[in-house]
C-alpha cells in the first residue's frame, strides 16, 4: 500500500481541509443513505453508472472516495474489484466503519498521485467532484499511466460555483468554501479551467474524449453551481506527437534513442508537447552514434555515461510523407548521476517505469527503438523496417 504523502502547496491546504470536513461529520455521527447510483454533483443528476462502461468483475480506482458508497454500490451490483482512495485520513475512518468487511473493496489512505503510480492498472478509473483539488499536471499523467490500453476515465469538475463564477483563464487554483452540514466551513484552493483545457489536459496526456455532459443545480435561482462530467480513453493504440515533414538538415538525418533501464524501471521524458520519450536526437558532424547517445543523455538528463557502455541496436527506417527518417536505438549498460530537467531542452519530467505500465503517448520513435529492444513488449505503433545490428534480447541485465 503506498504511503500518505504530503502534496505540494494547494494541495497540502486542500488536504487538511477535507480533514477537517471529515472530522466534522465524525463529530455529528452523520450517516448517508446508500448510494442508488452515482451522483456527479447533486442527487440523482447527470449521466447512470452506465458511463463507466464494463464494470463486471473490472478492476476499479475511486478516487477522492470520500465515505465510499459509491464504490460499495459497484461492488455489490456489479461485482467489481474496487480500490477506493482517499487522502483524508477521517473519510477513510468513516468509509471503514460502515464497509471496512465488504469483499471486494479495499480502502486506501493515500495521496492520490503515489497511489495511480504504486497500484495501477485499471480497467475504470472514476472521481466524483475530487480531480479539481489535485493540480492536473501532476494527476493527468498519473492517471493516464495507471488506466489498462482501452481503459475509461471518468471524472466530474467543477465549471461554475454557487455564486454563478465561472471557469478561470489559466491553471491556477483558486479559493472556494467548502460547507460543512449545520454551518461553517474552510477554504480550499481548487483548479477550475474551461472544459477545453481539460480537453486539451486530457488529449496531451494520450487519452481520447469521447463525451462530456453538463450538470447542474435543480433550481439555478438558488444554487447557480455547475459541473461538467468527462469521460475519455486510453487508446489501444499508441499515439504520438506529429512528425515533421520537413526535410531534415543535411547534418542531422540521423537520430539516436537512448534505452536505459535499471532496478526502477525505463527512463521516459515527456517532451513539451505531451509525448513520453527515450532521451536521443540527431547525430552532430563528426560525432559516433555512442558518442551522439553519450551527449545527448548528459544533455537532457544530467547523466554521465562512456561511449564503451552504449550498445547499438541496429536502425529503424521508416518515412514521413516524402521524407527519409532514420533511428539508432541504443542500450545504455552503465551510468552515473540522477536524471533531471536540463535549462533549455524540449524534455523533461523525467521518471522511470516498470515495463509492463509503460505511459500512453510514447513518441513513435521511441516506440520502435523499444520495440527493436524488447519485441515482446505490448507497444503498437507506425510500422518501421528494422535492421538489426545483433539479435534482440528477451531478458535484459539490469543496470544502475
Known sequence: MPEPVTPPGPESVNAEAWQAYA????RRGTVL??????????????????????????????????????????????GAEVDAVDSAPGQIERARARYGSLPGLRLVHADAVAHLRDSGPYDVIYAVNAVPYVDPRRLLPALATALKP???LCFSVLHTNSSGDGPSADLTPRPEVLRFAGGGGTTVRMW????????????????????????AAPDPAVDRA?????????????????????PPAAHAALGVGAILYGPRGLLLGRHRRGTWELPGGTVEPGESLEETVVRELREETGLRADPSDVRLLGTSLDRVGDVVRMTVGAVVGRWTGDAAD???ESVGDWRWYPLDRLPPSLFECSAQSLTAWRPDLPIDHAPARFTPYAAPVTAPASAG
Do not use: M
Not at 472530522?23 to 465524525?26: A, G, I, K, R, T
Open 192 to 215: 477550475v479551467p474551461g472544459t477545453g483545457v481539460w480537453e486539451e489536459l486530457l488529449t496531451g496526456h494520450g487519452l481520447r474524449v469521447e463525451r462530456v455532459e453538463t450538470v
Open 150 to 152: 482501452g481503459g475509461t
Open 33 to 78: 443513505a446508500e448510494a442508488e447510483r452515482i451522483d456527479w454533483g447533486f442527487p440523482g443528476a447527470g449521466p447512470d453508472e452506465a458511463f463507466l462502461g464494463e464494470l463486471t468483475g473490472r478492476r476499479v480506482l475511486d478516487l477522492g472516495c470520500g465515505t465510499a458508497r459509491h464504490a460499495a454500490r459497484l461492488v455489490r451490483r456489479y
Open 226 to 246: 455547475s459541473y461538467r462530467v468527462f469521460r475519455a480513453r486510453r487508446p489501444l493504440r499508441i499515439s504520438a506527437r506529429p512528425r515533421t515533414a520537413l
Open 23 to 26: 472530522v466534522h461529520h465524525l
Open 342 to 344: 536540463q535549462p533549455g
